[in-house]
Structures are given as C-alpha cells and as structure tokens.
T-cell receptor
Framework: GESVGLHLPTLSVQEGDNSIINCAYS??????FIWYKQESGKGPQFIID?????DKRQGQRVTVLLNKTVKHLSLQIAATQPGDSAVYFC???????????FGSGTRLLVRP | ETGVTQTPRHLVMGMTNKKSLKCEQH?????MYWYKQSAKKPLELMFV???????ENNSVPSRFSPECPNSSHLFLHLHTLQPEDSALYLC?????????????FGPGTRLTVT
C-alpha cells in the first residue's frame, strides 16, 4: 500500500541554524504535498504545500523542495527559532482532501 | 485560534461506557473530518462529511459512530471501546473536499480507555 515516511524521528538543531526535515513517499501518482507543524497540546497546523508541477516553493522562512524522481520531499526552515520546536509531518495526496496519506512525524528540538 | 474547537479536551472512559466527542467549527466551512492520532503512528482519517453527508468511512469499527447535524458541528459517539482505542482524536474542517482547501485542525480530545 501507499506509505509516507520521514527519515528521522528526532532532529536537534542550534537556534539560528537552518533545519532540514525530509520525507519519502511511495506513490508516484501523488500530486499534492503538504507540511504540517504540531505543537504540544495542539492540533496540526498547515505550513506550506506544493503541487507536482513545481519543485520548489517558498514561504516565510520555510521552503519546500520536491524531487519527484526519487519521491522525496523536504522542508527547510531558515534561522530556526525556539518557537519552531514541534513535530513536523508531511502528507501526500491527489485531488481529494480525504485521500491524504500522512507521515509519522519528525520532532524538531531547538537548542538555545 | 484555529476556529475549530473540541470538547472535552481529555476523556477517560471504561470499556462499557458510552460517551461523545464534540467538534464545532466557526469558519463557515462545508467539510469536516475525524482523525485518530496514536503515539508514533501517522494520522489516520476516520470519517469525512461534506455538506452534512458522509463521504468517507475508512473501515472504522462500528463502536465509533459519527454524526453531523449541520455543517458547523460534528460528533463522534463512542461505545464499548477497547484499550487500543486510546489516542488523540482530532477534528478538522475545510471549505470543501478538494485537496486545494487547507484543513484546519482542532486541539484534539485525548481519550484514554481503561
């Protein structure tokens, strides 16, 4: 079946450094990719998304990179701040919101 | 504030109890969702409602029964649950069921089945 996996369950970075969180997916037909952030005691929060017709998209301090050849997705956070500490997970899907496949999450720890 | 509220935030229930989880969205959205989030496992979609009609039921056991009386409210009725049903239950809403529409999540109900 389809799967979405993150490379590392935990990532520890120094405050001010850049963070890179990676995600691999199995379904080559996936054409929509999303990153979510989940802080302790809260529900997931949308960060950024990208369609398969793009390979890069930038937001505020975040960049998502998509490599369809190797079915790999990454989230880059520039100048990581303590408020970025959370669990990050990716999701892939197609046209329907209820066909999203979620990854299990990477916990980002920011060292002061 | 995401505009999606869930009550209760925490719930402990025995296997013979009947309880209900409530979700309310204040965003004027037409689609609502129930997800299950277990420790170290990916988010699992349980049910989807669009314009108060169920459009997806992901092989969820019948001990979970959803209800969507209107587009702003969603309930999850629970009865004779098992300990493995202990998890965080998340509600979400979106403008529609196209993947283009961002899903807004509530804070979740932490359920413990004893």
């Amino acid at each position: 079946g389809e799967s979405v996996g993150l490379h590392l369950p935990t990532l520890s970075v120094q405050e001010g450094d850049n963070s890179i969180i990676n995600c691999a997916y199995s379904n080559s037909a996936s054409d929509y990719f999303i990153w979510y952030k989940q802080e302790s005691g809260k529900g997931p929060q949308f960060i950024i998304d990208i369609r398969s017709n793009m390979d890069k998209r930038q937001g505020q301090r975040v960049t998502v990179l998509l490599n369809k050849t190797v079915k790999h997705l990454s989230l880059q956070i520039a100048a990581t701040q303590p408020g970025d500490s959370a669990v990050y997970f990716c999701a892939t899907g197609g046209d329907s919101s209820y066909k999203l496949i979620f990854g299990s999450g990477t916990r980002l720890l920011v060292r002061p | 504030e995401t505009g999606v509220t869930q009550t209760p935030r925490h719930l402990v229930m025995g296997m013979t109890n009947k309880k209900s989880l409530k979700c309310e969205q204040h965003l004027g959205h037409n689609a609502m969702y129930w997800y299950k989030q277990s420790a170290k496992k990916p988010l699992e979609l349980m049910f989807v409602y669009s314009l108060e009609e169920r459009v997806e039921n992901n092989s969820v056991p019948s001990r979970f029964s959803p209800e969507c009386p209107n587009s702003s409210h969603l309930f999850l009725h629970l009865h004779t649950l098992q300990p493995e049903d202990s998890a965080l239950y998340l509600c979400a809403s979106s403008r529609g069921t196209s993947s283009s529409y961002e899903q807004y999540f509530g804070p979740g109900t932490r359920l413990t089945v004893t």
